[in-house]
């Protein structure tokens, strides 16, 4: 991260607001974790950033349309979750371009958080904030348990952008993994932001 920094300055990489933290969450809309987070942010009357696949957008748009109903703010995440270490610089935009007919956002992210200086600055070139983050929940691996997530949420500070999914991996424990992250975030007593749209 600390090289991607430094080729990347213009990028977003933490929140202007120290005392507060900024959720956010990548890969949806998927049919089971996005309604899961989305009545948990209304209940705790939370707003957030979702970083969408535009694949996920056409198989699921009431998903997608409640995220907008509901005030969060949206992104681009490519199309189908393409790595830019894997993809050349015109095929990785035109992905980007294809997610950005279903997706009315100037916010990008790269999935993996995977991006070279060639693909960034074509990406700008297009109009789009890359925006990235600080903390990751790292919800998605296996191996994560509620105890691991809880150790790790101990190093969040104010400014920080936190990574979250809502995809199949973490539709059974993305709930419990909130609730414990919001509780420990509010005993720092830190708010809660989103980005405004661009």
């Not at 977003?12 to 959720?23: E, H, S």
Request: glycine share 6%; proline share 5%.
């Amino acid at each position: 991260m600390r090289f991607f920094r430094w080729i990347g300055p213009q990028w977003i990489w933490q929140g202007k607001d120290i005392n507060a933290v900024y959720l956010t969450f990548d890969d949806g809309p998927h049919p089971l974790a996005t309604p899961i987070v989305l009545d948990f942010l209304a209940k705790h009357q939370l707003k957030a950033c979702f970083f969408c696949l535009g694949e996920n957008v056409q198989a699921h748009p009431d998903i997608y349309a409640r995220i907008i109903r509901e005030g969060h703010v949206v992104g681009n995440h490519t199309f189908g979750h393409e790595s830019a270490f894997c993809s050349s610089p015109n095929s990785y935009l035109s992905s980007i371009n294809k997610a950005g007919k279903e997706i009315e956002s100037r916010y990008f992210r790269p999935p993996y958080g995977r991006i070279t200086p060639l693909h960034a600055r074509k990406i700008m070139k297009q109009k789009y904030t890359i925006v990235m983050w600080t903390w990751m929940s790292h919800d998605f691996s296996a191996s994560m348990t509620l105890r691991k997530l809880q150790r790790r949420c101990d190093d969040i500070k104010g400014g920080d952008i936190l990574v979250f999914h809502d995809n199949n991996k973490t539709a059974s424990k993305i709930e419990a993994y909130l609730t414990a992250a919001v509780q420990i975030i509010q005993r720092k007593q830190l708010n809660f932001r989103t980005f405004e749209m661009p």
